[in-house]
């Protein structure tokens, strides 16, 4: 099969966190989007239909018998046996919802369908806003979780560790000292080079991918992902790290997604929950302004290379750009935009050159450089933020 996964209409409603990737590459449970497709189809490559600025990082590759596959629907056997019958010029959807094409012409998600459609009738799971990748979280980690697990059998758990429940599952090379892990209310999957350091205490449903580290004493709620080369300390609870970000430190970090190449200062805190109890209003992109997220409980979003300096404080809802340097006390505004350089007394504007040279010394630290393509990308995101910044 040749799979190009497309971002749909809902694409925009994904910034601040597609503003740097397709939205196959977010993470929801223990894998990618892109992963756990893969993976039930039994193939080990794609491209992807995205955005123009993005093509040359994340290209598209057309063969003539191509299947076109929506990302943001989660997979299901259900949904991959529907998937693999489709004939050319054939497609599959959900009410409104097109979760797949398989076409010998080149594919535009924004144009009238010229195919056959087929209607899935069964329930999925479907990513269109931020929030919604730490309130799946659960139901796709324990999905994610009997995936990766089957038919196999966890490395060793030390004894020196604490186990409650039978759902834990170590790949060789995880580390694990010490630790209380309690499975009863959810599956703990530690990945191969993870650590969890001593007098760690974790409630699943929990998944620390390769490289990363729980740092001594976390405190971890599930449902939560830690993505790959990570490092987090302090209380999390209900929250998604896509990847290579720190949270080193104490502090709280509830019903978030944190975007890649991203640093919490030590002891920053956000909210969770408003003083009233209402309903969570969150930043949105296409609307230009706040809407309704139908959630009690909503933290933090934030996009690839923001930082915040130490004892941080963020509203309930916050929604952070690309490439924004946040510090001061008080509690800055609940939507900060991609290159701002600030706190509750005002932002400027984080000058580009400026934050490049930040974001190559913080690449370089995992080994990975920043080179032009990646340059590009942040340019063309300097570039369409900057009515935001005024």
């Known amino acids: 099969m040749n799979i190009i ?5 809902n694409r925009d409603h994904l910034l601040p966190l597609t503003f740097t990737r397709p939205s196959a590459k977010l993470r929801c449970g223990i894998l ?31 063969t003539g018998d191509d299947w076109f596959i929506n990302p943001c629907v989660c997979p299901t056997e259900e949904l991959v046996e529907a998937l693999q019958s489709l004939e050319d010029h054939q497609s599959l959807m959900k009410d409104d919802l097109l979760i797949a094409t398989r ?51 966890s490395a060793p758990v030390s004894k020196t560790n604490t186990l409650i429940g039978d759902r834990i599952f170590l790949e060789e090379g995880a ?43 976390s405190k ?11 490092k987090v300390g302090g209380e999390v609870n209900n929250s998604v790290i896509l990847g290579y970000s720190n949270k080193g430190h104490d502090g709280f970090l509830g019903n978030s997604v944190l975007g890649e190449w991203c640093n919490i200062g030590a002891d920053s805190n956000n909210s969770n929950l408003k003083n009233n109890y209402e309903e969570v209003k969150l930043w949105d992109y296409p609307r230009g302004g706040f809407a309704r997220t139908g959630l009690q409980f909503c933290g933090l979003i934030m996009g690839d290379h923001s930082k915040c300096g130490i004892n941080t404080m963020f509203n309930t809802g916050t929604v952070v750009g690309v490439s924004a340097n946040i510090f001061g006390s008080g509690f800055p505004r609940n939507f900060i935009a991609s290159y701002s350089w600030g706190g509750a007394s005002g932002f400027s504007e984080y000058k580009f050159e400026k934050a490049m040279k930040t974001a190559e010394l913080v690449m370089s630290r995992r080994n990975v450089e920043l080179d032009e393509v990646e340059r590009d990308i942040l340019q063309v995101i300097f570039d369409k933020t900057a009515s935001y910044r005024k």
């Not at 990618?32 to 040359?56: C, F, H, I, N, V």
């Not at 971890?220 to 990570?230: A, K, L, M, R």
């Open 5 to 9: 996964f497309f971002d749909d209409e």
């Open 103 to 153: 076409d010998s012409r080149h594919f535009n998600e924004d144009e009238e369908l010229d195919t056959e459609v087929l209607d899935f009738e069964g329930e999925l799971n479907y990513i269109s806003r931020p929030y919604h990748l730490f309130s799946l979280n659960g139901a796709e980690l324990e999905v994610d979780f009997d995936l990766i697990t089957a038919g196999r059998e």
């Open 32 to 62: 990618t989007l892109e992963e756990k497709w893969l993976k039930r189809l039994g193939e080990t490559e794609a491209s992807y239909l995205s955005q123009d600025y993005l093509q040359k990082k994340f290209p598209i590759k057309e």
């Open 175 to 217: 580390k694990v000292e010490a630790a209380i892990l309690n499975s009863s209310s959810g599956p703990i999957y530690i990945a191969k080079d993870a650590e969890v350091m001593e007098a760690s205490v974790v409630r699943g449903p929990f998944a620390l991918c390769e490289h990363s580290v729980l740092k001594l004493a």
């Open 220 to 230: 971890i709620y599930g449902p939560t992902t830690v993505g790959p080369h990570s």
